[in-house]
Structures are given as C-alpha cells and as structure tokens.
C-alpha cells in the first residue's frame, strides 16, 4: 500500500500547482494499472464487436446479392405423348440431379433457385416396352424478375414414342345419371365464366388455415379472378385434424349460386407455408372446375375450330384436356399451331358458331389412367360423412356403396371424413372385381 509523503521543496513546488505538493510511494512489488487493463479489454471487444459486425454485413450482402442472381423460381412442366395425352410416372432430372416424377396429370412441380439470364436443363424419360424414352429441354429464366415478384416458368414438352405408357380412354355419350367411366353433365348453352369468386372458411380462431385463405385470394386475384362477397361462386377451405394425430389435411368444397350442396370438393396435403399450399390448391382447383370457353370456325377452314383463350390466367387451357359440349358431347383439345383446337368438331358444334365447350372435372372423369371402381362403407352410415380416396370425393351410389377413381390393381389412401375431423383413414387395396370395405367408426367413438 502507498504512503502519503510530502515532498522537500514545498515552497517550490507550490509555486508551480499546490497539487504537487504530495506524492505516494508505491508498493515495492509488481503491479499493472487497471486502466490498462480496462483499456485492452474494450479494445479486444470493440474490434471483436467491428470484426463480426464486419462478417456479418458481408454475410447478408452476399445472401441479399445471391437472391438477386439467384432466386427461387416455381417450375410447372407438363408431358404429353404423341396423342396429346398426360404421361405419368415420368422421371424428372436436371444434370445427374433426380427432381421427381410426374404425376397422374402428367405434371411436374417444384422450387428450385435458378440464375437470371441462364437457362435450366430439364431431362425426362419414362420406360415404355423395356426402352426408355428420354426428352431434354432447355428452359429459359427470364433477365429479370416480373414486377408481381413471382417467377413462374411453365412448359408442356411431348415426350415422342411414349403413348403406351398411359391408356387413352374412349370418348362416349353418357346421361348425367350413369355411372360408368365417363359419367356426364348436360351444361347450359352459356355456362356461368367464374370470372369472380370469394373464399372463406368456417373455422375460427385457425390462423394457418386462415393465412392459406388469404394467400388464395392474394394469388387468384394476381391470376385474374375478382373476389368479391356477392360472386355466384363460393369456395370453403377447411383444416381437418386427425383424430389422436397433430397430421392434418386442407379440404376445399365448391358452392354455385348459394346452394348448400358443394359441386365438388378435394383433400391437399399442406405444402410447408401459406403461399405453397395457396399455389397448390388454385392448381387442383384448375383439374376440378368445369371452366367454359368459347370456340369459333376458321373462316378459310371451315373442319377447324379455335378455341379461344380465357382472359383469365387461372383457366389456361393445355392440350389433352378433356372436354364436354352443351349437348353433352364429350371430346378432346389438340394443339394447332400457336393455339388450341378441339377435336371432332361436327359433333361438337353442330353448324353453330360460336359454341361453348367444358372443360371437364376430374371428379367426374378421373385423372388420366385411372379407372371407375367402388368400395363398400362398413360400420355406421351417416350424412354428414364424406369420403376421399387419393383426395377425389368418392360420390355415394346408395346401399353403402361409393363409386371413385383408382389405378386397377394398386392400393391407394383412403379417408373419412365427418364434420371438420378425419375420423378413419388407411390403404385401400384395389384388385379386379374387389370391392375394398371402409369400415369407419361411429360418431360417438370417433370423438374419444
């Protein structure tokens, strides 16, 4: 410890500063200032602090520049063989990279980052007679991002040689009662456009359902649609739990002109957030709705009949799709040229032009290479019970009996669904001339 000493010159001293008229003797051993010490510590953390400040700005700089260059894209493919039908069970690849497989409408979706300016090799091939049938293709990324912020890029390739690999089915005439393969609807001579919709959904107090809701309005409204409470056009998005499981499924139901009755109705699996699952359920709403369009003769050409395109984006029409007349003619769209043109166009539009043609719901004709089956209900029979299978409605035939749609010979997911609970789900095993029994538990012990 110092000692307090004053010092010999005093009256010197005081000339100059009274302060320096003491001093302390230190202590004889070895001691650092602590201001030294203080210092070199806030000189560490300060250039540690700047260093990571420093890292982490460049960090963000690169991520921020890298989703420039680089952001993600939404791909939709779709592959047709040579008669225009879907082909499914594609393989899908970019380079040596697998990317999926398409599927039961030949379809391929995915986000994937892609370069602005470049182009992205897509390669698909599907085995057909023990060779494989391989298409390549390069598609283009646009030099910029679209001013909506969402880069879709959408192609349809023809995968030549491949028509064996799905069935065609012949086009009939059906009455709307029958219920065979190709069961129809007589539509009106101008059917209602669903330019406008609203989208709702009963349940309250569900944020994630109410979020897919307004992402479904946010896109569908980008896509051309006009929401608006006082549209003929309904549609409810309900999340279904299941019962004992944090699983839970999203079920749309379509309602035209108030009617309590939907016309039709889908199970998605939700896709990770909002905006996926909102994507995802307007592209299964496009495979369901019975969308009109209109098609005029070629005055040069009097066997050619154009189809003319909706103005709405939603409703764009590909080749292969299956299609229904006024008078219930059923039919199919080709690709001519730069457009679309329907097949036999005399039965179609009998000396009339223009005509309106029906794009048809694959609740009602099924997607491509499945085949009409039923199954029987077990257990209790109530109203207010829906059934799915692959996420089609399967429609009550009466006597406990469904019909729906099913690949012949392989099993497919099966689900009850009574109320805003999945009260049954399991696999369906499908063989011919088999009935698969759904046996589903009575509402009393499905609420335990």
């Not at 070199?40 to 690169?62: D, E, H, K, P, R």
Request: one cysteine or more; glycine letters at 8%; proline letters at 6%.
């Amino acid at each position: 410890m110092g000692v307090l000493k004053i010092k010999d010159d005093a009256r010197l001293t005081l000339a100059k500063d009274p302060y320096d008229l003491f001093s302390i003797d230190e202590d004889s051993r070895t001691r650092y200032p602590l201001n030294r010490v203080v210092s070199f510590i806030l000189g560490f953390t300060v250039t540690a602090v700047s260093l990571g400040t420093a890292a982490l700005f460049a960090y963000n700089y690169y991520n921020a520049k890298e989703a420039l260059n680089s952001p993600m894209a939404y791909f939709e493919v779709r592959t047709i063989d040579d008669s225009g039908r879907p082909v499914v069970g594609a393989y899908v690849k970019t380079g040596n990279t697998p990317l999926g497989v398409t599927d039961s409408f030949g379809e391929w979706r995915k986000y994937t980052r892609v370069t602005l300016g470049s182009t992205f090799p897509l390669s698909i091939s599907k085995k057909v007679d023990g060779r494989d049938v391989v298409i390549t293709k390069n598609l283009v990324v646009p030099d910029k991002m679209p001013s909506d912020g969402e880069l879709e890029i959408k192609s349809s390739l023809r995968l030549a040689g491949a028509q064996n690999a799905v069935a065609p089915k012949p086009l009939s005439v059906a009455s709307s009662s029958d219920t065979s393969n190709h069961s129809i609807t007589v539509v009106s001579e101008r059917p209602f456009l669903r330019d406008s919709v609203w989208i709702t959904s009963p349940q309250v107090g569900s944020g994630d359902v109410h979020a897919i809701v307004e992402m479904m309005k946010k896109r569908g409204g980008e896509l051309g649609l006009k929401m608006t409470d006082q549209s003929p056009w309904r549609i409810e998005i309900t999340e279904l739990s299941i019962i004992g499981q944090s699983t839970h499924l999203v079920r749309l139901k379509s309602f035209l002109n108030g009617s309590s009755v939907p016309e039709f109705s889908f199970l998605r699996v939700p896709q990770g957030d909002a905006l996926k699952t909102a994507r995802d359920m307007l592209w299964a709403l496009t495979k369901h709705t019975s969308y009109p369009y209109e098609v005029v003769q070629n005055q040069s050409r009097e066997s050619l009949w154009h189809i003319k395109g909706s103005p709405i984006k939603l409703w764009s029409l590909s080749a292969g799709r299956d299609i229904v007349s006024t008078a219930g003619v059923l039919g199919g769209v080709t690709a001519h040229g730069q457009g679309l043109a329907i097949e036999s166009p005399s039965a179609l539009c009998p000396a009339k032009s223009p005509c309106y043609i029906l794009a048809r719901s694959f609740e009602d004709v099924g997607a491509q290479g499945l085949i009409k089956k039923e199954l029987i209900l077990s257990g209790q029979e109530t109203t207010d019970l829906d059934i799915y299978v692959s996420g089609f409605r399967a429609k009550p035939l009466g006597n406990k009996l469904y019909s729906y749609w099913a690949n012949e010979g392989q099993s497919a997911m099966a689900t009850a669904v009574r109320g805003q609970k999945i009260v049954w789900r399991g696999t369906l095993k499908s063989a011919p001339g088999m009935r698969p029994t759904v046996t589903v538990p009575s509402p009393a012990l499905s609420r335990r």
